[in-house]
Nanobody, 120 residues
Framework: QVQLVESGGGLVQPGGSLRLSCAASGSVFSDNVMRWWRQAPGNERELVATITSGDSINYVDSVKGRFTISRGNAKNTINLQMNSLKPEDTAVYYC??????????????WGQGTQVTVSS
């Protein structure tokens, strides 16, 4: 089992910045994928950013140039630096981890989410 704990959400004005963090504990495989997803009210959950254990990184087009996903100094942590925030970035942000391998081939885990609100 893996536990994911997010932190860093809050209220920020348009144009501001926030930094989200996600700490994974438990049985984290060396081969894994970690992601940030978000879900705004009335919308489907949207993939925001991905980082693999090989440090391959991808972003949804709407956040390119504004958001940066990175690995934290602590083992099995990731960060999402969000700059130039817009009201449309308002959502609950979820950390996700997929362990690759093992008997099932892939095990997926989700954090409980952290609210990001961009408003003046």
């Amino acid at each position: 089992q893996v536990q994911l704990v997010e932190s860093g959400g809050g209220l920020v004005q348009p144009g501001g910045s926030l930094r989200l963090s996600c700490a994974a504990s438990g049985s984290v495989f060396s081969d894994n994928v970690m992601r940030w997803w978000r879900q705004a009210p009335g919308n489907e959950r949207e993939l925001v950013a991905t980082i693999t254990s090989g440090d391959s990184i991808n972003y949804v087009d709407s956040v390119k140039g504004r958001f940066t996903i990175s690995r934290g100094n602590a083992k099995n942590t990731i960060n999402l630096q969000m700059n130039s925030l817009k009201p449309e970035d308002t959502a609950v942000y979820y950390c996700y981890l997929a362990n690759i391998g093992g008997t099932s081939g892939r095990e997926e885990y989700w954090g409980q989410g952290t609210q990001v609100t961009v408003s003046s």
